[in-house]
Nanobody, 125 residues
Framework: QVQLGESGGGLVQAGDSLRLSCAAS????????MGWIRQAPGKEREFVAA????????YYADSVKGRFTISRDSAKSTVYLQMNSLKPEDTAVYYC??????????????????WGQGTQVTVSS
């Protein structure tokens, strides 16, 4: 069993930056694709970013490409999401998750089996 815990959320102004962290306990994240998914009020969860098990490949939603950067520190079993140039539409609860179905696209949310509890990001205009 793996437990994921997100941190780093908060209230910021448009244009500011935040770095989210996702720490794992229990089993490691080594070798697994890890993703960040967000859910805005009244909306469905949506894919934000993912990183391959080796850390060598990253994937982004078009809405965050060029502003967000996902990275991982395998030694610390931690995944990060650096968010720059934040916009009010980035306001959401951000979840990290481990992808356990290797044969599906990275943006398939049903491919992610383990989820954290989420961290709130609020961007004011």
């Amino acid at each position: 069993q793996v437990q994921l815990g997100e941190s780093g959320g908060g209230l910021v102004q448009a244009g500011d930056s935040l770095r989210l962290s996702c720490a794992a306990s229990g089993r490691t994240l080594s070798g697994y694709v890890m993703g960040w998914i967000r859910q805005a009020p009244g909306k469905e969860r949506e894919f934000v970013a993912a990183i391959s098990g080796s850390g060598g490949t990253t994937y982004y939603a078009d809405s965050v490409k060029g502003r967000f950067t996902i990275s991982r520190d395998s030694a610390k079993s931690t995944v990060y999401l650096q968010m720059n140039s934040l916009k009010p539409e980035d306001t959401a609860v951000y979840y990290c998750a481990r992808k356990d179905l290797g044969s599906t696209p990275y943006y398939y949310l049903s491919s992610y089996s383990y989820w954290g509890q989420g961290t709130q990001v609020t961007v004011s205009s």
